[in-house]
C-alpha cells in the first residue's frame, strides 16, 4: 500500500481508517514538521526526502505544485468531508485504481449530494 506524509492541516480523523487499510502514514506532527510555518513547497520537499506521497486539504496550492514540479512521490488532495471512513475509503480506491503514485497527482473529491 501507499506511504503517506499528511500536512498539518490534513484531517487526523481520516488517518486510523487508512491505517487499517494498509497504508503507512506519517504525519507533519509525528514528523516534527507541524507549526514551524513551512511552505507548502517546503511540505512537498519534506515528502520527496521522505518518499512518501503527500495527504493534503490544499488541492489549489498542490496542484499548482505537482505542475510546476512533477517531480515526486506523489501527491492526493482531497475535499474535506466529514464521513471520514468513507473518505478514507475514496483515498484508498483511488490509490489501488492508480498502481503506483510516483509523481502523479490524484483529486478525492466528496461526491455531490443526489
Given at each position: 500500500m501507499a506511504q503517506f506524509y499528511a500536512d498539518e492541516n490534513f484531517n487526523q480523523k481520516v488517518?486510523?481508517?487508512l491505517q487499517s487499510?494498509?497504508?503507512d502514514v506519517l504525519t507533519a506532527h509525528q514528523a516534527g514538521q507541524a507549526g514551524t510555518g513551512k511552505t507548502d513547497a517546503e511540505v512537498l520537499a519534506y515528502a520527496?526526502?521522505?518518499a512518501r506521497a503527500v495527504l493534503t486539504h490544499h488541492r489549489k496550492h498542490f496542484i499548482k505544485l505537482h505542475k510546476q514540479h512533477g517531480?515526486?512521490?506523489g501527491i492526493v488532495v482531497c475535499t474535506n468531508d466529514r464521513d471520514y471512513g468513507a473518505?478514507?475509503?475514496?483515498?484508498h480506491d483511488a490509490v489501488?485504481?492508480?498502481g503506483a503514485l510516483n509523481n502523479k497527482l490524484l483529486r478525492v473529491n466528496k461526491p455531490s449530494a443526489p
Open positions: 488517518l486510523p481508517r487499510l494498509g497504508h520527496v526526502a521522505a517531480v515526486h512521490c473518505l478514507a475509503q475514496r483515498i489501488v485504481a492508480e
